[in-house]
């Protein structure tokens, strides 16, 4: 969890004051602003100046981000995209199997761009040069990455993790494995140690990169993708500034009126809950600092649908996608529920209950007949994810590595005070409204 308030401390000397001589030669332009330490986010980007955002009365208008200063830019020759990788790594090779798609022998973008790296960190220590060799030098080590990334915990460790963030993971360590077996398949000798920083590398600091080429035209989104020198510096908040891809190259535009001199400069990596960016980039949020946290419920709530129920909620398009936040359930999870209350859906004997239940969808029925059995079940869920939360946080105090043991616990607290939130917005602080008790 990060702290905006972290003293800054320049870093101005080392590999990253040698980064900055070589950004600058090769036309990153970032005037007001300097690479600093800001534990515990590690490097992040602070302003140098007072710098100035769009202005909301001198141009009526709050979401024009054009009329702030552009305050970072990087060029496209220095990107590391799916063109010029074997420019990045000459002679890795990786470039035909971009061309292929990944069921017909192709490779993944992240794959290819992490083997590239892995390649060259190996080059680099046989004594080859490499045009972005300043760049490759301020990247995390794997050190760095071993208490927060929970890609490199042990399976004992990523066991303790809630449901919604663990269900995260899996799907991670699922694309991690494919990568890694493909590589190796095209005759790459990593270990899996080195891949996987490289992969983590590649996974905490690409952008989002679709320019006008036709070949990124039907290019699925996931493969479209770069790492970008300089703009990589910057630590993520819920509002912080704009990314954008331009002819040129990759700028950065400030969203709010002004920042002063000496504080720390975000962008924004997306719309993500505490459980994505613990997963994808090793860190999560106050609550209060992360307007888009939610806790997925589609663990707990998946396994206690009938395959009758799946279909039914499938056909509707309701079928997974579950979450709450500290406000309330989502409408999918209300609709599952709901539906879970008729317990043969697809039997003709019910289908004036599974009508009501669609008018409810439509919003033709307000179900305030089935509020208090719906409530009942979703107090469940809660309850269930409370005794889960609480065994897992007995089971955290014992782990060795007391950074993985202050991720878990962080977690799960939030998760239990989202819990707790939620569920008293339904039955009142003491349950006084709804005739049960809860002891919070
Ligand atoms: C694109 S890099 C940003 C630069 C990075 N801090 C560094 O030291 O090189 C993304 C990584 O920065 C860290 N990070 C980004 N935003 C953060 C935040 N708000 N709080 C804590 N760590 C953050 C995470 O480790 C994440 O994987």
């Known amino acids: 969890m990060t702290d905006r308030k972290t003293t800054p401390t320049p870093a101005v000397t080392g590999t990253h004051a040698l980064f900055t001589l070589w950004a600058r030669k090769h036309g990153i332009e970032f005037p007001k602003l300097i690479p600093a330490y800001l534990p515990p986010a590690g490097l992040g980007i602070i302003s140098t100046d007072e710098i100035a955002g769009p202005d909301p009365i001198r141009h009526g208008r709050t979401n024009d981000t054009s009329l702030g200063e552009v305050i970072a830019f990087t060029p496209n020759a220095l990107l590391l995209t799916r063109e010029n990788i074997e420019r990045f790594s000459p002679g890795c090779g990786l470039r035909s199997f971009l061309r292929q798609k990944v069921d017909d022998g192709g490779l993944s973008s992240h794959a290819v761009f992490a083997t590239a790296i892995a390649r060259e960190i190996r080059r680099i220590a046989e004594g080859h040069e490499n045009m972005w060799r300043e760049w490759i030098d301020v990247w995390p080590k794997a ?136 997963v994808e980039y090793g860190f999560n949020l106050p609550l209060e600092k992360n307007k888009w946290d939610e806790v997925s419920i589609t663990p707990t709530l998946l396994p206690l649908l009938s395959e009758e129920h799946k279909r039914v909620l499938s056909r509707e398009g309701f079928l997974g996608n579950y979450a709450f936040d500290k406000e309330a359930f989502c409408f999918r999870t209300q609709a599952a529920v709901r539906l879970m209350l ?8 019910n289908w004036r209950k599974v009508e009501v239940w669609k008018n409810f969808l439509a919003g033709n029925d307000d179900g305030e007949r089935e509020r208090y059995a719906v409530e009942e079940k979703l107090l469940g869920l809660l309850d269930s994810l409370e005794a889960d939360g609480e065994r897992a946080l007995l089971e955290a105090d014992k782990l060795q590595r007391q950074s993985i043991r202050d991720v878990i616990k962080m977690r799960w607290e939030q998760i239990l005070g989202m819990t707790n939130d939620v569920r008293a917005n339904m039955v009142g602080e003491t349950g006084k409204w709804r005739g049960r008790s809860h002891v919070m």
């Not at 398949?185 to 990593?190: A, D, L």
């Not at 008729?342 to 004997?349: A, C, L, N, V, Y």
Request: glycine fraction near 4%.
């Open 143 to 278: 050190k760095e990455f071993r208490g927060s990334m929970p890609l490199m915990w042990s399976a004992e460790e990523g066991d303790l993790l809630p449901p919604s963030t663990k269900r995260l993971l899996d799907e991670q360590r699922g694309k991690f494995k494919r990568d890694f077996k493909a590589v190796v398949q095209k005759g790459f000798e990593f270990t899996k140690q080195e891949f996987m920083w490289a992969w983590i590398i590649v996974n905490t600091r690409t952008l989002f990169y679709k320019p006008a080429h036709s070949a990124y035209n039907d290019l699925p989104r996931e493969h479209c993708m770069a790492l970008c020198p300089f703009i990589d510096y910057f630590n993520h908040s819920d509002d912080g500034c704009k990314v954008q891809l331009t002819p040129t190259g990759f700028t950065v535009t400030p969203t709010k009126p002004s920042h002063p001199a000496n504080t720390q400069l975000f962008v924004t990596y997306g719309s993500h809950s505490n459980d994505f960016l613990l």
């Open 342 to 349: 008729i317990e043969h859906p697809e039997m003709d004997s």
